[in-house]
Nanobody
């Protein structure tokens, strides 16, 4: 059973940057697609980005394209989310998750292991 732990969240001013990390243990992490999701207060959890097992294929939601970059280091069992040009609307709890298989990547139901989340707050 894989365990995922997010870190790197915090408080940042609009226009600033943060890098989130998702560290995995207890499973063959390098074999799986990994996604980042976020959940703002009162809203549903939404897809942010995903990366294939090799790191060669990435996918982003439109609102973060050009600002966020997902990457991974399989030797360290870690996936990253570099977030630049942050906006107040990026404020949310950010979660990483392991994809359970198939070709649908934007839905939470396709992910079978989740971290506890890390808070990102962007002030205006």
């Amino acid at each position: 059973q894989v365990q995922l732990v997010e870190s790197g969240g915090g408080l940042v001013q609009a226009g600033g940057s943060l890098r989130l990390s998702c560290a995995a243990s207890g499973g063959t992490f390098s074999m799986y697609t990994v996604g980042w999701f976020r959940q703002a207060p009162g809203k549903e959890r939404e897809f942010v980005a995903r990366i294939s097992s090799s790191g060669s294929i990435t996918l982003y939601t439109d609102s973060v394209k050009g600002r966020f970059t997902i990457s991974r280091d399989n030797a360290k069992n870690t996936v990253y989310l570099q977030m630049n040009s942050l906006k107040p609307e990026d404020t949310a709890i950010y979660y990483c998750a392991r994809h359970g298989g198939g070709t649908t990547y934007r839905s939470t139901i396709m992910y079978d292991s989740w971290g506890q989340g890390t808070q990102v707050t962007v002030s205006s």
